[in-house]
């Protein structure tokens, strides 16, 4: 009898145990909760200005409230659907660039990982992750110190007598899309490479071991093992990344921006800045960044429901 009144003790014992710890695990990530709270769902309150005709500095409800006035302006003539045409143009052309490429980090992690040098492949990866630290003003410092019509590019090329003239690099709008993306492609490689480092040194090396026994060379291991390794790591980052197909950010076309290249580097994010510290449509801007979000939402169900058809698997 005792024993069978011990167990019973034993298995709540057990509960307490679990319960407290949930509790701990519960209080350790409570303020990174209110931090999401505070700095994502707080901000929502911004909405209500696409729902008034904001001028400041008056309150938001001194304003006149105007409804859907601003999301049926959008386009209302001619000259706004034709600017709205360009920087949708211009936006799905830099994201489109970056999901055809979003292989690059995984291709490098793989080359990074041959590598047999420790020291040179620490130098390596280090020297590529730095440039995501630098921040974009000091990368136009770089551009500019090297691709102006002073700069070190157009200098070099005038003494060896290659051009009579510079060559205006940064104002050039016909090749702005490639360039943002070499730029972007050049800051972000070796950051966007570490997921896939971690990814492969999760792959049993058994099989790698096994391979080699049975005669496989670099390659055919990187092909059959490696590679197959890494796909549900690329396949959920680029369901991630078609997700946020809208959002490009603005920092980078922000300092980049000219009035020769306006045509070609103004996406979404950027345009939405622009209306509203440039030209003073706040209610406007907050219209444009409430439907890029609706349709951001869309993208993420989209994919989610794509990945759990295709493999079985949600993301969220």
Do not use: C
Request: aromatic share 14%; glycine share 6%.
């Amino acid at each position: 009898m005792e024993r069978k009144a011990m167990i019973p003790r034993r298995a709540d014992m057990k509960m307490n145990v679990r319960k407290r710890a949930g509790y701990m695990m519960f209080l350790i990530v409570s303020p990174f909760i209110l931090l999401v709270f505070l700095f994502h769902y707080l901000p929502l309150y911004g909405w209500l200005y696409a729902l008034f005709d904001y001028r400041p500095p008056f309150q938001l409800l001194d304003t006149p409230f105007v409804g859907l006035k601003w999301f049926r302006t959008l386009l209302e003539t001619d000259v706004k659907r034709k600017l709205l045409l360009q920087v949708m143009t211009n936006t799905f052309a830099m994201s489109g660039l970056g999901i055809a490429t979003s292989w690059l980090p995984m291709a490098f992690a793989i080359l990074l990982n041959e590598i047999r040098g420790k020291t040179y492949k620490k130098l390596v990866q280090t020297l590529t992750t730095i440039p995501h630290f630098i921040s974009w003003v000091l990368v136009y410092s770089l551009a500019f110190a090297l691709f102006s019509n002073s700069g070190m590019v157009n200098t070099l090329l005038l003494k060896l007598g290659l051009i009579e003239r510079p060559i205006m690099y940064l104002q050039m709008g016909n090749s702005t899309w490639l360039t943002m993306w070499l730029w972007n492609t050049w800051k972000g490689l070796g950051w966007s490479a570490i997921m896939y480092i971690a990814s492969i040194a999760a792959i049993d090396q058994e099989l790698y071991e096994a391979a080699y026994v049975d005669g496989a060379g670099r390659f055919r291991v990187i092909w059959h093992i490696t590679i197959p390794g890494l796909i549900p790591t690329f396949t959920v980052l680029l369901l991630i990344n078609v997700a946020n197909f809208l959002n490009n950010g603005m920092e980078q076309y922000y300092i980049f921006q000219n009035a020769f290249n306006m045509d070609r580097i103004q996406v979404l994010d950027l345009f939405v800045y622009n209306l509203g510290f440039s030209g003073g449509s706040y209610s406007l801007a907050t219209a444009i960044s409430i439907l890029k979000s609706v349709v951001s939402v869309a993208l993420l169900f989209t994919v989610n429901q794509i990945s759990k058809s295709l493999r079985g698997e949600a993301i969220i």
